[in-house]
């Protein structure tokens, strides 16, 4: 953990109380937690004022959020969104996902075919990676994101995308 995260989370004791809780479980990485506590827990209670004993957040909550994320279950867009349900309103993060609608999918299929159509809807930023502009694969994946509805796992089709466009020519 780097010195600033050190010292966000222990500027309060219930942040440092709910980082030692998650990490004391064994369940989720020390970095997975400290990112959601420095980042948008801290966000959240700067923005409304609320201490964490204000909210309906517990550890048990932040842990399954982290297991989920470190899964891949959950994108960090989709975690951001679960939290702020556990913040408010507590409940099981499984429930929450599926009731948001943010679980990611890893389906190798699902992936491939998202590859495939992308690729032939978007000529000129597969002929500019072609062409070594290996920076337009980003394009491609923001497009293939955007067709999921951000439920896809842009790593896997990152790796779909670049394998597809480095072998068919």
């Given at each position: 953990?780097?010195?600033?995260?050190?010292?966000?989370?222990?500027?309060?004791?219930?942040?440092s109380r709910l980082y030692d809780e998650c990490?004391?479980?064994?369940?989720?990485?020390?970095?997975?937690?400290?990112?959601?506590?420095?980042?948008?827990?801290?966000?959240?209670?700067?923005?409304?004022?609320?201490?964490?004993?204000?909210t309906a957040l517990n550890a048990e909550g932040l842990v399954s959020l982290c297991v989920a994320y470190e899964k891949g279950n959950v994108s960090s867009s989709g975690a951001k969104k679960v939290l702020g349900e556990l913040i408010e309103h507590g409940g099981n993060v499984d429930d929450i996902i599926n009731d948001?609608?943010?679980a990611q999918n890893s389906d190798a299929a699902f992936?491939?075919?998202?590859?495939e159509e992308v690729i032939a809807a978007n000529e000129r930023s597969v002929k500019d990676y072609r062409n070594g502009k290996k920076n337009a694969i980003g394009h491609?994946?923001?497009?293939?994101?955007?067709?999921?509805?951000?439920?896809?796992?842009?790593?896997?089709?990152?790796?779909?995308?670049?394998?597809?466009?480095?072998?068919?020519?």
């Open positions: 953990m780097k010195e600033a995260e050190a010292f966000v989370i222990a500027d309060s004791r219930e942040k990490v004391s479980t064994g369940r989720c990485k020390q970095k997975t937690a400290a990112n959601f506590i420095v980042g948008e827990i801290t966000k959240y209670m700067n923005d409304t004022g609320k201490s964490l004993s204000e948001l609608g943010v992936i491939d075919s998202l590859a491609l994946v923001g497009q293939a994101m955007k067709l999921s509805m951000g439920r896809a796992d842009p790593q896997m089709l990152r790796k779909a995308l670049e394998n597809k466009l480095d072998t068919e020519e």
